[in-house]
């Protein structure tokens, strides 16, 4: 019995080694600056409660074999119920490795925070992000362009995104890159990352929007610099092929559905993203940009 | 007028697809196959007396576990179907459910688990172990117990009510909004959720003071504070963190519905509503309530552990210490369920610091458990083989929580199936085999004989099997970046051979869960081969609730026992002053004064559904009647002043003497 019970957790361990070299584990193999010390964050982490839990385990098993009802020869204290020595160690222990932990979370809070601009060699390229019914609208303010489902960073520079929606709450995730901020209505939140390979990324919504939430995936393309500016510029001069990101055009495209194709948008309104911020400061208003002039406006910071 | 006496209740509520009608044909008939048996039997008067209307608390408590019973198997098939979609969902392949009703199914998961599977279990096991543990004939308050459960059913029985009438919501367990407004939310599913819950969190606040009096006030004389057995200083600890979460849990729901009734704006997305405030008050109610499920069964635990290693639980006071402060950190760690939501760093560390606190009050129980192994005897009973299944998974489980607890590694962490894994494993390990632990080393205190064990050992490791498989694919799914809720997800991201290993692991689980009925089965069928000779004390128990005969009597101790010991029951067969001898003051027989029946508390649940139904469907003319029916009723009870009956001393004497007998004549 117990060496079935053995050899289906053998084959099942061996079945998870197989599968997790086959297959990419995001976190494990991280793309971006973040991502990495994310990841090692969490093995230090992990190391650190080892520490802890193996001795249970070891003591687990000890214990019950060794003090088994049918072994004589173990010696039986059935009144010992108190040892102040011992207490006082396994509060002790434990205390200790949660102090250092908590030196490591108060450090890695701040080091790692969302909202920490990212020190790079160049100055850090503006993302604007709108989680929509059920569609991720990307507005790059600089380049002057916008893209749906579908984003493209430049290698080794720090992109600092602004995060909201026009839907109900979602989250901004691309894994392989590093952590996630939430994305929700009147609020702009902030995260900032730094892609350190060139390579297509999974990215997607990780906070329950609705029906069409399974379709709120998206590539995150990372090209080298030259790349980066050559596609912006692409699409900028191609007029003529893409359309421009007017209100008209986002009140459009903000009417919910699921699955909607990749868009290009070759001009934007540069107060939009302001307006989808402030529209539900003052859900009254007039539904023109030019009511609530961006200048005079600050975005209001979650929390 | 149509509309003013249904309100927005049509026809087309009642109309659903395949699955559904098939799981409301299911229900239907089952339910018509009980009436029909109870009617066959004639049952309804024995049903009525002895069950529907008593007050005693140990009816109560075997009430709450057969509701607990059938919900945990609605919520188990809940994650087959979930299982089943993950599994198949990749790619072009859309699965056989809908998006909205695999959402549905997720957010009923969560509520039918959390709520009515762990809650009733957790009160269930309070009601029939902690009069006899601390030496009382009943709670404190018995009409409240009774109306604590009848709302406590009206809100499982609404919540039923969705899957016939209308639908559940699809928001999630916790229905954040502006989702779960009426902007994003407009049909009844956030409805029914509010108002399931709200009768039922009224119920479980009722219920948790009531519990608060028992034990503050009607201890055994003697038994202070640290001679509480650990389950009772435990069950305190949840009871106190119900009583100050639930109302937070009533707050909350109340303006959410004041948002979707009332066109307020406490949480919408616009008009100065604020969606942030509701995640935090909900996760104000959320945290404590993981605490208020697994401190019972850390309590299960120490019972357990003590029993079957024959030795006293060791550390008892540190083990108070550190119950007294895990109900305290509690309430100081909500903010770890969204470091996501961009409060500053200063902030997030601060409650990812409070959060690994939590760690070590955790670490020392589990350390003073295998110090109670050490240097004892320790017999290898079903409820020990949970426990090792629950030291096994919990820190593994606990681990992952505190990598979860640095709020750098949260935001890759957060929402995704690592998050679902690691909950998972600390309710299944933590909460659910504690409650196994604890209904299998309880279960011959109240039908007169153990549970098989051999059955029991299999179900067991199907269980612990089944768990690994089912969710050991999810840590791994987390790490790839896999989120929770997905219906469906893209070919390339390889995440279906993972669902498909975790989809087995779900069967295996389930074989388990038939497993266990099979063993109550074959126990009930077999129960002569496993009586219980001692007539009341099959494992050679230490706390008061083994002193008491099998069955139990209707008024628990004949005499109240005097206590000055943690183990009063084993101090006195220690002093061979059990089973007493004549003169003994355990056998000085006096009148007993008990509570009568009464219909109130059922009364008051089925007001409490349709009030419930008609705020659902917005039927105004029934919503106040329904009110104050329940103030009316309540009022009734409050003139009848014959609510308790006698038992003369001689009736009591002569039980107790028959019991005397059994005891002596099974132990030659």
């Known amino acids: 019995m117990y060496f079935i019970v053995l050899g289906l957790v053998a084959a099942a361990a061996a079945a998870v080694v197989v599968f997790a070299s086959t297959h990419t584990v995001a976190m494990f193999d991280p793309k971006g600056t973040i991502g990495l010390e994310e990841r090692n964050l969490m093995i230090v982490a992990a190391l650190l409660m080892l520490v802890v839990v193996i001795p249970v385990f070891v003591m687990t098993f000890v214990f019950a074999w060794r003090y088994r009802a049918d072994n004589e020869k173990a010696e039986y204290t059935p009144t010992w119920d108190h040892d102040i020595r011992y207490e006082l160690a396994w509060w002790a222990f434990p205390i200790a490795i949660i102090i250092v932990l908590a030196v490591i979370t108060w450090q890695s809070s701040h080091a790692l925070s969302p909202y920490r601009p990212i020190a790079g060699s160049v100055p850090p390229v503006p993302v604007d992000v709108v989680a929509l019914d059920w569609k991720w609208l990307f507005i790059y303010p600089q380049q002057g362009i916008a893209t749906v489902n579908m984003l493209k960073l430049p290698v080794d520079t720090p992109i600092a995104f602004h995060i909201t929606a026009d839907a109900p709450m979602n989250s901004f995730w691309i894994p392989s890159l590093g952590g996630q901020i939430y994305a929700m209505p009147g609020m702009s939140t902030q995260l900032h990352l730094m892609a350190s390979a060139t390579g297509t990324y999974e990215g997607l919504s990780a906070n329950l929007s609705g029906n069409g939430f399974a379709s709120m995936h998206f590539p995150a393309e990372v090209v080298s610099r030259a790349a980066f500016a050559a596609w912006a510029q692409g699409v900028r001069n191609a007029t003529g092929t893409y359309g421009a990101l007017t209100l008209p055009a986002y009140e459009a495209l903000s009417t919910p559905s699921a699955r909607y194709p990749e868009t290009l948008y070759a001009s934007i309104d540069p107060s939009l993203y302001g307006w989808i911020v402030m529209k539900y400061m003052s859900p009254n208003a007039s539904t023109t940009t030019t009511t609530i002039p961006m200048s005079t406006m600050a975005i209001p910071r979650a929390l | 007028m149509i509309h003013f006496l249904l309100g927005n209740l049509t026809f087309q509520a009642f109309l659903h697809n395949p699955i559904v009608m098939g799981a409301d044909a299911f229900m239907g008939i089952v339910g018509i196959a009980v009436l029909a048996l109870v009617t066959y039997f004639k049952k309804w008067q024995w049903l009525w007396r002895e069950w529907l209307t008593s007050l005693d608390h140990k009816r109560i408590g075997i009430m709450y576990l057969i509701v607990a019973a059938v919900m945990l198997f609605k919520g188990g098939v809940d994650a087959l179907m979930m299982r089943a979609q993950q599994a198949l969902a990749s790619g ?514 089925a007001c409490g559904f349709v009030f419930g139904f008609a705020a659902v469907w917005h039927i105004y003319w029934l919503m106040p009647i329904s009110a104050m029916a329940i103030v009316a009723v309540l009022i009734a009870r409050a003139f009848d002043e014959e609510t308790e009956y006698r038992i003369p001393a001689a009736e009591v004497e002569r039980t107790e003497r028959e019991r005397m007998a059994r005891m002596r004549a099974s132990s030659v």
């Open chain 2, 92 to 605: 072009s392949n859309y699965g056989y459910l809908s998006a909205n009703h695999f959402n549905q199914i997720f957010s009923a998961h969560g509520v039918t688990m959390i709520l009515f599977v762990a809650m009733p279990l957790i009160f269930g096991l309070f009601n029939l172990i902690i009069p006899l543990q601390i030496g009382a004939r009943d709670v404190a308050f018995p009409f409240v117990n009774a109306v604590s459960f009848w709302m406590f059913v009206s809100g499982v029985a609404l919540f039923n009510a969705s899957l016939v009438i209308g639908h559940f919501s699809s928001a999630g367990w916790l229905a954040y909004p502006p989702l779960s407004e009426l902007a994003y939310s407009p049909g009844v599913g956030v409805d029914y959720w509010i108002w399931c819950l709200q009768l039922a969190g009224i119920g479980s606040l009722l219920s948790a003071i009531n519990f608060f009096v028992t034990i503050v006030k009607m201890r055994a004389p003697g038994m202070t504070l640290m001679k509480m057995p650990m389950f009772v200083w435990n069950a305190l600890g949840a009871i106190v963190l119900m009583i100050f979460a639930f109302p937070v849990l009533t707050a909350t729901l109340g303006m959410l519905w004041l948002d979707r009734f009332a066109g307020m704006h406490f949480f919408t997305a616009g008009f100065g509503g604020n969606a942030m405030m509701y995640v935090n008050l909900i996760w104000t109610w959320g945290h404590p309530e993981v605490y208020i499920l697994v401190l019972p069964a850390f309590g299960i635990f120490s019972e357990v552990v003590s029993t079957f290693s024959q030795k006293r639980i060791f550390g008892y006071a540190s083990m108070v210490a550190a119950t007294a402060s895990i109900t305290i950190l509690s309430f100081l760690v909500w903010l770890h369920h969204f470091f996501t939501m961009g409060a500053s760093a200063d902030v997030n560390a601060f409650f990812g610091i409070m959060t690994m606190i939590i760690a070590v009050p955790t670490g020392v129980k589990i350390f003073n458990w295998l110090f109670t192994m050490y240097r004892g005897r320790v017999r290898f009973m079903t409820p020990m083989w949970w426990f090792f299944g629950f030291i096994a998974l919990f820190t593994m489980g606990g681990m992952a929580g505190v990598l979860m607890a640095v709020p750098a590694a949260d935001f890759q962490l957060h929402n995704s199936l690592f998050l679902v894994a690691h909950f998972h494993t600390m309710i299944v390990s933590g909460v659910l085999f504690g409650l196994f632990a604890g209904f299998i080393y309880w279960f011959p205190k109240y039908a007169g004989y153990t549970l098989n064990e051999r059955i029991g050992r299999w179900a067991f490791w199907c269980w612990l099997i089944g768990f690994v498989l089912a969710f050991g694919p999810l840590y791994i799914l987390g790490f790839m970046g896999a989120t929770r809720r997905l219906y469906h997800y893209p070919a390339a991201t390889g995440f279906q051979p993972l669902f498909i290993v975790a989809a087995v692991g779900a069967v295996i689980i389930a074989i388990g869960g038939i497993l266990q009925i099979a063993q109550i089965a074959v126990s009930v069928k077999r129960r002569a081969l496993a009586v219980d000779r001692t007539a009341g004390d099959p494992w050679n128990g230490r706390t008061l609730e083994w002193m008491v005969p099998t069955p139990v009597p209707v008024y628990n101790f004949a005499v109240i026992p005097t206590v000055d010991d943690r183990e009063p029951f084993w101090k006195l067969k220690q002093e061979g002053q059990f089973p007493p001898r004549e003169g003994s003051p355990l056998v000085r027989y006096e009148d007993i004064f008990l509570p009568k029946r009464s219909p109130i508390g059922l009364l008051v649940g």
